[in-house]
């Protein structure tokens, strides 16, 4: 008995609940129609009547939520505690301008994250639920949020249930109600009334909105939508982006609380050593908080956060939406990607191109789903009317089937499996556009474990089994052969024969499927048991789904980046390594899922280490291949698109699902969907992850070089006992406005050429490596000693001028030399004359703004004041160029040199 604990009864119809009603009276109340569905305007009607079919969010976050964050930081009470401190002091323009800079510092940030927040709402959106209608008398994939009671809903293995369901027809559908229940055996349903006191988790002939298919097919009448249904009662759920955060986001957050202790230990330090040594207390005072504003970054996690958000709309036009943040940062790091084949490697565009029949096989003609095309054998075409063979089996083939062809003007498309399509189109090349009655009584559904499907119908003497399937499934199951009148035992010889047909078409690339039937004796039980076994075969038929185009480029380019593909497929082995081959996959070796049940792990792991591609494997094996992958150190990125991959998906470290092929449970499931379901799409996310990677320690280590320059010039100043150099005013200015817009513009530099040239990059590697602090320590330094030659400089020329001077040309110099710096971050290996200096705009956008804003700073009174400068004369900003310039050169020269020995 299945442990319900969250829903009650429904409260809508508690007289006559809607699993008690027989579907004529479902239809009748909801004034729908079992065939056509509602019509147009009748939806329109309801749903200004009942709303949008959504769960109310839980998790929306509200702008001044976002707001208050960025004036809750300790940094920020510090200031406030300087500006309070400057009031009692009297300097209350000092008061006023920390004030307006944290604000607009508040303000800046609120405006990134904000964007931020927009960013995943506009995902959230993308990956909003979809399921199949039918509508005035159509069927039509829609939106599920526009469904309303009346609606006349498909389901099939895989789908989500889109809302509360009353079945009118079932064709062996099961359901995991687990997200309900907590029950984890699938149940399964069918359409009869049930009486009316039945139990919520018995009520077999309903289904529950959240809960998915895991079997079968079905049509169910809407009976509630949104906060009506069961799962709107008990749960807020929405499908919504979680807002965790990555890991380098917290080792950012490590890094800046290491920072802040750094800064209030330092700022202390100095400032009773200061005061020790008889300096003014004010000033003392005012050094400390120039130091701590110093060390910490402050615009950095508002940087990180805008990057990430500008990251989710780069990785959208890579085809790719994030279901997990973290998941383009793990990505960049992938070390194995074990792929699918069909539809992601291969254009899963099915042809039947031979087929092997018990008299000889038959070529097909033509290309797609176009029906032009005819039989042919041994390059002459054949009358099809005389091969009452070949119209046996693509009779079945026809029959055992649920994909549709369209016609839409001069182009022929597919709707449903393309393995099916193509067998209507081979039928269709025989007897043009003939609808097989839709009499079915029972079906054994498909699925990726069973490699074959049955569908029980009415023949002219009885009940008659179509079947078809993988050749390795079905065959064992035949006893005899032929068709019709002409049918006797399968001989060891005949087996022989299909064996070495459908081998030989495996080795060229097809994909192979046997096709059988078998007249059902008298009360025959519709069970898989009984119903395939003692089959007739009829033939086996080779498809060809041809390699995408573009995989052989992005193979190499993966095996460039160091990252290992393995093809994981359901076809057979002999397929899989021709389709390899021809994609420029190395694959010496091909396991097959029987093969793999009988390894040890060990043995398992011995085998990963050859080239080695997987073939007909249960997505139950997947799961294992990512475990394997893993105990040996790997970052395993896993496609899947079945409701059986959900475990494997989860596993892997980056669960990527097919969004056009994939069930809307693979997509819960995963990490990444991808929108056009290709191979050469996750090789490109792979590229934009470390993209984003790379640019973030750009930034950081942009970022942090200029606070060590900020913290060096104080300090050592302090040292050589000269006058405050910056003011706590001026170094907010530095990091806060200015600082952070040039670390958002290289947040934003396109992706470096060698990027997919390098290994990947080990989670476990720390935010700063040894180079990374050497560069940061010795960029700094430069930083801060220049800046100190200039102000001391201008302190002690006769003809320079005032200490005012001095301190605006030290306040001006650090920003310009900080400018400089930043091109050296725009590639951390190659020279800019390699990686080119006008493909960052808006390094160069930002560079310009910076500079406008440091030239209002000491020429617009009202900042002059509030920021304590005096006008610059062009002899000093020609002097302060001439000491910025080698803070650019010498790093370029050095990338240039080493850049050039191989
Ligand atoms: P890949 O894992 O590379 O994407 P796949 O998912 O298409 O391959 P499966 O769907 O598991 O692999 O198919 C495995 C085999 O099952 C096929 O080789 C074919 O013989 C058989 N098969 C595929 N589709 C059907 C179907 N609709 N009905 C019956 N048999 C099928």
């Known amino acids: 008995m299945p442990k319900v604990t969250l829903i009650e009864e429904p409260s809508q119809c508690d007289d006559s609940p809607w699993h008690a009603m027989t579907v004529e009276q479902t239809t009748a109340l909801l004034h729908s129609n079992v065939t056509a569905g509602l019509s147009d305007t009748e ?12 769960l109310s969010a839980t998790d929306a976050v509200r702008w001044y939520q976002v707001l208050a964050r960025q004036f809750t930081d300790v940094l920020i009470l510090i ?67 526009t469904l309303v009671p009346g609606d006349l809903v ?68 809407v009976v509630a939508t949104g906060a009506d249904t069961q799962f709107g009662k008990i749960a807020q759920l929405t499908e919504t982006i979680e807002r965790e955060t990555t890991p380098l986001q917290q080792k950012l957050g490590v890094l800046g609380t290491q920072l802040g202790f750094a800064a209030i230990f330092v700022s202390v330090m100095v400032a009773v050593a200061g005061w020790a040594m008889g300096k003014p207390v004010l000033e003392m005072f005012l050094t400390g908080v120039s130091l701590a504003v110093a060390v910490v970054p402050e615009g950095l996690p508002a940087v990180v956060t805008l990057t990430m958000a500008l990251g989710i709309r780069a990785m959208v036009r890579r085809k790719a939406l994030l279901r997990r943040l ?97 067998l209507l189109v081979a039928a269709y090349k025989a007897w043009r556009g003939e609808e097989k009655p839709s009499d079915v009584v029972h ?54 024969k299909a064996e070495s047909a459908y081998q ?11 096709i059988a039937y078998r007249e059902l004796p008298q009360g025959c039980p519709l069970d898989e048991g009984h119903v395939e076994d003692e089959l007739v075969l009829l033939g086996v038929v080779g498809m060809l789904d041809p390699p995408r185009l573009d995989v052989p480029a992005a193979i190499r380019m993966a095996l460039q980046a160091g990252i290992r593909v393995c093809m994981i497929t359901g076809d057979s082995a002999a397929t899989a390594q021709a389709i390899a081959k021809k994609i420029g996959l190395s694959a010496t070796k091909a396991l097959t899922g029987s093969d793999l049940v009988k390894l040890s792990d060990q043995e398992l792991c011995d085998a990963l280490q050859e080239e080695i591609v997987f073939a007909r494997t249960t997505p139950e094996h997947k799961l294992r291949i990512v475990k394997a992958f893993q105990d040996q150190g790997h970052v395993v990125a896993m496609t899947g698109d079945g409701v059986n991959d959900a475990p494997a998906l989860k596993k892997a470290d980056v669960g990527i699902a097919m969004g056009l092929r994939g069930t809307d449970v693979a997509k819960g499931a995963s990490d990444i ?174 560079i310009a703004v910076t500079v406008a804003l440091q030239a209002c700073a000491v020429y617009v009174p009202f900042l002059q004041h509030a920021l304590h400068t005096t006008p610059l004369r062009w002899f000093d900003w020609a002097l302060i160029i001439i000491v910025a310039a080698p803070i650019f050169i010498v790093p370029e020269v050095v990338k240039w040199f080493r850049s050039r020995t191989p």
């Open 43 to 54: 939806v329109v009607r309801l749903q200004e009547k009942h709303g949008p079919n959504v």
């Open 79 to 145: 200031l406030l505690v300087a500006a309070v401190v400057s009031i009692a002091v009297g300097e209350l323009t000092d008061a006023v301008t920390i004030l307006a800079i944290v604000l607009l510092n508040g303000m800046l940030s609120f405006v990134q994250e904000w964007k931020a927040e927009r960013a995943l709402e506009a995902l959230t959106e993308m990956l909003s639920p979809r399921c199949h209608v039918i509508r005035e008398g159509k069927e039509q994939e829609i939106d599920a949020v």
């Open 154 to 221: 498909l389901l099939e293995i895989g789908n989500r249930v889109p809302a509360d369901l009353r079945l009118v027809e079932s064709m062996n559908l099961k359901i995991d109600e687990s997200a309900l229940t907590g029950e984890s055996m699938s149940v399964l349903k069918h359409v009869d009334a049930l009486a009316k006191d039945t139990p919520l988790a018995e009520r077999a002939s309903m289904v529950w909105m959240g809960t998915s298919a895991t079997n079968g097919r079905a049509l169910g009448i």
């Open 326 to 422: 973290r998941a383009a940062e793990t990505l960049g790091s992938a070390t194995v990607v074990c792929t699918d084949k069909t539809g992601t490697l291969t254009q899963n565009q099915m042809t039947v191109r031979e087929i092997w029949l018990p008299n000889g096989t038959v070529s097909v003609t033509g290309v797609g789903y176009d029906p032009a095309g005819h039989f042919e054998v041994d390059g002459q075409q054949i009358d099809y009317h005389q091969r009452d063979d070949l119209i046996a089996l693509l009779d079945t083939g026809t029959h055992c089937n649920h994909a549709r062809l369209v016609h839409d003007g001069d182009r022929w498309t597919e709707s449903g499996e393309p393995t099916e399509a193509a």
């Open 443 to 496: 079906e054994l559904s498909f699925s990726s474990t069973r490699k074959r499907m049955t569908v029980v119908k009415h023949g002219p003497t009885g009940l008659v089994a179509h079947c078809k399937g993988a050749p390795e499934v079905i065959m064992p199951q035949c006893t005899r052969i032929g068709h019709g009148n002409d049918v006797r035992p399968l001989t060891a010889d005949d087996r022989a």
């Open 504 to 514: 030989r078409m495996a080795e060229s690339g097809l994909r192979t499927l046997a």
């Open 673 to 846: 969907v991808l929108t056009d379901d290709k191979f050469s799409s996750i090789i490109g996310a792979v590229e934009e992850g470390r993209r984003q990677y790379d640019n973030i320690q750009k930034f950081v280590r942009y970022l942090l070089s200029s606070n060590v320059g900020e913290v060096v010039a104080i300090f050592v100043n302090i040292l050589i006992g000269g006058p405050l150099i910056l003011l706590p005013v001026q170094i907010l200015w530095m990091n806060l406005v200015t600082d952070g817009m040039t670390a958002v513009a290289l947040g934003l530099e396109p992706a470096e050429k060698s990027v997919m040239q390098r290994m990947p990059i080990s989670p476990r590697e720390p935010v700063l490596n040894k180079s990374g602090i050497a560069i940061i320590l010795g960029l700094g330094t430069y930083i801060g000693l220049a800046a100190l030659l200039l102000f001391h400089y201008y302190l002690h020329s006769d003809d320079a001028g005032t200490a005012a001077l001095a301190e605006t040309v030290a306040f001006t110099g650090i920003i310009m030399i900080e400018k400089a710096n930043v091109l050296n971050f725009r590639s951390l290996h190659s020279p800019l004359t390699r990686v080119g200096f006008f493909t960052n705009p808006w390094v160069l956008i930002a």
